[in-house]
């Protein structure tokens, strides 16, 4: 049971990079799946979720308009599209499936996680 994220890397200042998270061992329709973010010193913050009785969907006030997540359930995949990127933005982020159907930023909410992705964004 595990869930694998990638698509970390290094962007400039405006760029976009594209997340995915992979799932194996469980499924991640029918719950709510979120993208976190942690710098080091930090709290891990959601970044966004996705709830899995509706799709309905939401973001960080700061990654509003520029990140976008999806879904693809027949692959049991996940995805974090970030665009117009922010020096702020650098951290390791990390997907995860919730033990809830419906969209949660809460991490307590959530019980599968993956390992993590550095993203570095550059000015």
């Known amino acids: 049971v595990q869930l694998q994220a990638s698509g970390g890397g290094s962007a400039q200042t405006g760029g976009s990079l594209r997340l995915s998270c992979a799932a194996s061992?469980?499924?991640?329709?029918?719950?709510?799946i979120g993208w976190f973010r942690q710098v080091s010193g930090k709290e891990r913050e959601g970044v966004s979720c996705?709830?899995?009785?509706?799709?309905?969907?939401h973001y960080l006030e700061s990654v509003k308009g520029r990140f976008t997540v999806s879904r693809d359930n027949a692959k049991n995949m996940v995805y974090l599209q970030m665009n117009s990127l922010k020096p702020e933005d650098t951290a390791v982020y990390y997907c995860?499936?919730?033990?809830?159907?419906?969209?949660?930023?809460?991490?307590?909410?959530?019980?599968?996680w993956g390992q993590g992705t550095l993203v570095t964004v550059s000015s």
């Open positions: 996705m709830s899995g009785s509706d799709d309905g969907t």
């Open positions: 995860a499936r919730a033990r809830l159907p419906w969209a949660t930023a809460d991490k307590h909410d959530y019980e599968y």
């Open positions: 061992g469980l499924r991640l329709d029918q719950y709510s």
